[in-house]
């Protein structure tokens, strides 16, 4: 799939020539004018064109390097305008980031609808048959721009989708439930959560004392937290995330009938996390793990996928389904109970071009809705209409940044709105206002018989009051129903990230009452966690209602597509070429992606090499195949390495495995990670690290075609859980 790269040179280039082309793998947002007409210009019509340099107004420039300054050892003048542009505009180039989910990593793809929502929604872009264009971008909510990607936090999922019928945004998380069930406390949760105000740590964290003082008060957190503390807090990659609308929306079908959905985004590589270890050691190996992953998947051609899904209810006077009211956002239906039904398939195809302008800039917002999606009286999401306009306002500087490239919409744009920062429109007319004669009336608004977007007619009636209705104060089953559906290695995960989070607190009493918030979830869980803390287990002060657990909720023992799963293969100069081309083809084949590990780098014989033994880390990969002896690489350091390595005092005793290898297999075999074996010395090496080539989880093989076998069958599951 790779497209031929111009390679850079060695020494610059002197002679001029017109920009290389874009790379095939990344593409700009749709050529639209500021009101939504298509331009008809090639989508990269805003790139920077030409062979020479010129100042911001065009023209051309002569010199970039010298400020212009009476006598080469003289000062500076005033009258140097390339100068004074250029350092300006450098001194303007930042913006501020999100409050929340500054980091993030983008694409774009298509939306194509199956047509089964046909039913309950007359949106257009959800009847059968319809792409639409998105643009979808995925964060962490806590850290700053420059945080690392696999800290343990909520993932933001926002979907732009570019319909005929104007924008409509699907602005959700990876998590189904919310800490606050009112958006006035979001500043709350936020503060929280945030590093410490006085001296701003810890970045991308919640294992701080003001995160767990405020989650152990405000026990609605809880049920978010519990996601948090699971697995789901350090997804393996974006492209292996569930998505969730998290609040209850409202569709509405072409004869007017309402139905409640909730909105899912299943992934079609399946559901798949990190172990902590390797979250830990990403972070620092490559903090930007998760957004390389999505864009080196979609360079390869290796189009992400996520099957759109609804859960429906009937939109009852009492908005409640099965005991759960469907406008608290702590609240989750568990799938058996109303199952998912799926309404589209979403493919992410390309990289965008440019970070700021596409990335950086796109503003996402609750209340892009299209006729046939309306909201409901959720009090997180009726805040959240009136928040994502209000920040841009700061972030993009003016009212105008719907006419932001990546924020336009494909539908034409007639809004009365005028000038302002930044105003990109030239306007023609002169009654930017209703009623009027002058301009022959325009724009006139439209019945729903032409696409108007008309609010559900719902009856509201009530008095003014701060409070929530009774149906929100249980704030503990979902927690509990969330833990019980978890299989027992994953309830483990979750006392671990209990026991490190509270460990890292420093105030005693923010523990015990967390404590007492876990012993009114489950008995054995809280009970764990005291026990690493070294504190008692508090009895719970209320029944401990039973609930039945939802299977669909753990992520593991369901079987999924392997493609896309990475592959190391650790060779040494001597490794057999004809075995390891075979392996390579075979991974190729079934749409592994294999990374050759060496001992230096370069080439090592015919094999370019991916990563070193220097390099290479467990996170890295699904799977590791040993290719050969794997002797000390030239580089190696006995000392340095030797005291890394597992089991290193019997790396000498072992016939000599370079100590960094005898690292990687031991991390994998920690991580539960396929191990595998190619040729008999491969085997050897594999064996004389401690690995037993018939444990679980241990593919070996002479023929590369039994090694991929085996590969196949043990990475569906992702992981070798029965290893311990
Ligand atoms: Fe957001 N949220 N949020 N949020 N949110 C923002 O908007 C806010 C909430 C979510 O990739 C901000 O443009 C309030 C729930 C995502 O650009 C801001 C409340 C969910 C993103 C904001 C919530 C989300 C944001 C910051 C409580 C999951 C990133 C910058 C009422 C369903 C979108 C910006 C992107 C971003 C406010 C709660 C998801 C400040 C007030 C619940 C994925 O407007």
């Not at 009895?539 to 909720?553: G, H, I, Q, R, Y």
């Amino acid at each position: 799939m790779e497209e031929p790269k111009t390679p850079p040179t060695f020494h610059e280039p002197v002679v001029p020539q017109e920009p290389f082309a874009r790379p095939a793998d990344q593409s700009g947002p749709e050529a639209v004018s500021p009101t939504g007409k298509p331009t008809g210009a090639p989508d990269d019509s805003r790139s920077q064109s030409g062979a020479y340099l010129t100042t911001a107004g065009g023209v051309r420039l002569p010199d970039t390097d010298h400020s212009l300054r009476a006598g080469d050892r003289g000062p500076t003048l005033l009258q140097d305008h390339h100068l004074r542009e250029k350092i300006t505009h450098f001194d303007h180039e930042r913006i501020p980031e999100r409050v929340v989910h500054a980091r993030g990593a983008a694409a774009h793809g298509v939306f194509a609808s199956y047509g089964s929502a046909g039913g309950v929604s007359k949106a257009a872009f959800l009847q059968e048959g319809v792409e639409t264009p998105v643009f979808v971008r995925f964060s962490t909510v806590l850290g700053s721009r420059g945080s690392a990607d696999t800290v343990r936090d909520t993932r933001g999922f926002a979907v732009k989708f570019y319909t005929d019928e104007g924008t409509f945004d699907l602005v959700g998380n990876n998590i189904p439930v919310f800490f606050i069930q009112d958006g006035i406390k979001f500043p709350d949760v936020i503060h929280a959560a945030k590093p410490h105000p006085d001296r701003e740590i810890p970045q991308a964290q919640s294992a701080h004392d003001t995160f767990w003082d405020f989650v152990s008060l405000h026990t609605e957190a809880q049920h978010h937290t519990m996601w948090n503390m699971s697995d789901r807090g350090i997804p393996a990659s974006f492209r292996t995330m569930e998505g969730f609308g998290v609040h209850t929306f409202r569709l509405v079908a072409a004869d007017g009938t309402p139905t409640l959905v909730k909105f899912h985004w299943k992934p079609k590589a399946g559901v798949h996390s990190l172990v902590w270890e390797e979250a830990q050691l990403a972070a620092g190996g490559d903090p930007d793990f998760h957004r390389r992953d999505l864009a080196d998947a979609i360079e390869a051609g290796l189009y992400p996928q996520w099957e759109l899904g609804i859960q429906t209810f009937p939109d009852t006077a009492d908005q409640t389904f099965e005991g759960i009211d469907l406008l608290d956002p702590t609240k989750l239906v568990p799938e058996e109970l109303a199952a998912v039904q799926p309404v589209g398939m979403m493919t992410l195809t390309a990289n965008p071009t440019n970070y700021f302008a596409e990335t950086e800039q796109v503003a996402y917002h609750t209340g892009h809705l299209v006729p046939g999606i309306d909201v409901t009286n959720d009090p997180l999401l009726q805040v959240r209409l009136f928040s994502y306009v209000d920040t841009q306002l700061t972030r993009l500087g003016g009212p105008n940044f719907e006419q932001i490239p990546i924020n336009r919409a494909h539908a034409p744009v007639n809004d009365m709105l005028r000038d302002g920062f930044h105003q990109q429109a030239v306007h023609a007319g002169v009654a930017p206002y209703r009623p009027n004669s002058l301009d022959g009336g325009c724009p006139f608004v439209a019945g729903a018989d032409v696409g108007a977007y008309v609010e559900v007619p719902e009856r509201v009636e009530g008095e003014k009051v701060r409070e929530l209705s009774a149906s929100f104060d249980d704030h503990f089953s979902q927690a509990r129903l969330f833990y019980r559906s978890m299989t027992p290695v994953e309830q483990q995960h979750i006392a671990a990230a209990y026991t490190f989070e509270l460990g890292k607190c420093y105030e005693q009493v923010i523990r015990e009452r967390q404590l007492q918030a876990l012993a009114n979830i489950d008995a054995q869980l809280c009970a764990t966690v005291a026990t690493g803390l070294g504190l008692p287990a508090p009895e719970p002060t209320m029944n401990l209602d039973d609930v039945d657990p939802s299977p669909a909720l753990s992520q593991i023992g369901t079987p999924f597509p392997v493609d896309g799963r990475k592959i190391g293969i650790a060779v040494d100069d001597a490794s057999d070429p004809q075995a390891v081309n075979g392996l390579i083809e075979a991974c190729e084949a079934v749409g592994l992606v294999p990374f050759i590990v060496g001992p230096h780098g370069g080439t090592v014989g015919t094999f370019k090499v991916d990563r070193t033994y220097g390099t290479a880390r467990s996170f890295e990969f699904d799977a590791l195949v040993l290719g050969g002896a794997l002797p000390p690489a030239a580089d190696a350091i006995p000392a340095l390495d030797a005291r890394a390595a597992f089991r290193a005092s019997d790396a000498a005793a072992s016939g000599g495995v370079d100590a960094r290898i005898i690292q990687l297999v031991g991390e994998m075999w920690r991580h539960c990670k396929v191990l595998g074996s190619l040729g008999s010395s491969g085997q050897q090496a594999l064996e004389s690290i401690g690995v037993d080539p018939e444990s679980p989880g241990v593919v070996n093989g002479e023929a590369p075609g039994d090694v991929t076998e085996g590969l196949i069958a043990l990475l569906a599951l992702h992981r070798v859980w029965d290893r311990f």
